[in-house]
């Protein structure tokens, strides 16, 4: 099962943009790359998911590398309501999977 | 359509007490899986459970118990509930064989044992 590493914490400001790196040094080459945010008190929620170079959304990019052992979650054009804890996640698709949380990344966008 | 639901949303327990947890799935969907959220902490995989069975399971003691039901709804069950068994129960739905593993979260039930 591969482990993810992010920042514990990252402060921005409203219209910048937005990196959030993860390194997963030990990612299987059946393994997809998932994000989510989750707000307090809420359930995560899924944000974009990829498996290699570049997967975009209404809301977010992400960036792989060639070699995948880190990916970068782009979210463009902060807002205040952007503030929220955002979880990098690598596993297997298919049955049996898990998926192992770490303590993520808290955003914090400042007006 | 509706997205993940649970109940209740918040519990207070006495220690040694036992609760028992209720989801229900996105429409559509099969798979339920189960997670303990402590404060400040990512959600810890508890077990899944698909066509009744569960088939993964984290880290967690036989306290920890679920069943899933024909209409893919599921329970959480805690026996003899610690103190550390406060946490945000959640709930996640997704659908067997889809091609990715996106799970739909339902908002939690907060539990406290006090």
């Known amino acids: 099962l591969a482990k993810t590493t992010q920042p514990i914490s990252m402060d921005s400001y409203e219209g910048q943009e937005v990196n959030i790196t993860c390194s997963h040094n030990?990612?299987?080459?059946?393994?997809?790359i998932t994000w989510y945010q989750q707000f307090p008190s809420q359930g995560p929620r899924f944000i974009i998911q990829g498996y290699k170079t570049k997967v975009t959304n209404e809301v977010a990019s992400l960036f792989i590398p060639a070699d995948r052992k880190s990916s970068t979650l782009s979210l463009p054009r902060v807002s205040l309501s952007d503030t929220a804890v955002y979880y990098c996640?690598?596993?297997?698709?298919?049955?049996?999977?898990?998926?192992?949380w770490g303590a993520g990344t808290k955003l914090i966008i400042k007006p | 359509d509706a997205g993940v639901t649970q109940s209740p949303t918040h519990l207070i327990k006495t220690r040694g007490q036992q609760v028992t947890l209720r989801c229900s799935p996105k429409s559509g969907h099969d798979t339920v899986s189960w997670y303990q959220q402590a404060l400040g902490q990512g959600p810890q995989f508890i077990f899944q459970y698909y066509e009744e069975e569960e088939r993964q399971r984290g880290n967690f003691p036989d306290r920890f118990s679920g069943h899933q039901f024909p209409n893919y709804s599921s329970e959480l069950n805690v026996n003899a509930l610690l103190l550390g068994d406060s946490a945000l129960y959640l709930c996640?739905?997704?659908?067997?064989?889809?091609?990715?593993?996106?799970?739909?979260f339902g908002p939690g039930t907060r539990l406290t044992v006090t």
């Open positions: 996640a739905s997704s659908l067997e064989g889809q091609g990715d593993y996106e799970q739909y």
């Open positions: 996640l690598v596993g297997r698709v298919g049955s049996n999977y898990q998926l192992i």
């Open positions: 030990n990612i299987a080459t059946n393994d997809y």
